[in-house]
């Protein structure tokens, strides 16, 4: 019979295990999306994707399932705990670097709009009209409404 104690443990570690699979492939997903060219409907999205830390989500993923991988050892040896004081130890590092992700795209969201302009002014005339159609779209649906 498996303790109650080790089957959390196992079942908290295959959700960590998910968690880590779900940030590479947003990060996969995402960064196919910013490198395709941009419609209509995709150009909102690839611009406030272009400014998101993709990279950083990517390498997030990889450590948690690193730190996954890492606690792997610790069920096939019970008696030692190393292995387990080294996967807390990585669980505690996936913590501090997902807590800074969040942290910044908040910040980014907060400052979005104040550089609204500035990004808008960067735009090629191509991506202008775009967002231009979208909004027009937007408040056509929302008038059939």
């Known amino acids: 019979m498996v303790h109650a104690v080790l089957s959390s443990f196992i079942v908290s570690d295959f959700i960590f295990l998910a968690t880590g699979m779900m940030l590479i492939a947003a990060a996969s997903v ?25 990279v ?7 450590v948690v399932v690193i730190t996954f991988v890492i606690s792997l050892p610790a ?3 019970p008696n030692s705990r190393t292995w387990l004081k080294i996967h807390s130890w990585g669980v505690v590092v996936c913590l501090v670097f997902t807590l800074v992700l969040g942290l910044m795209e908040w ?8 550089n609204l302009e ?4 960067r735009q090629s005339d ?16 929302l008038v059939q409404m």
């Open 75 to 77: 069920f096939a040896l």
């Open 107 to 114: 910040i980014q969201t907060l400052t979005t709009r104040a």
């Open 30 to 54: 995402w960064t196919a999306q910013v490198s395709a060219p941009p419609t209509v409907e995709s150009v909102g999205r690839q611009l406030l994707l272009q400014n998101c830390p993709l």
């Open 126 to 141: 191509v991506t202008q009209s775009m967002l231009q159609q979208k909004v027009r779209m937007i408040k056509w649906k």
């Open 56 to 62: 950083a989500v990517m390498a997030n993923g990889i």
């Open 118 to 121: 500035e990004m808008w002014g």
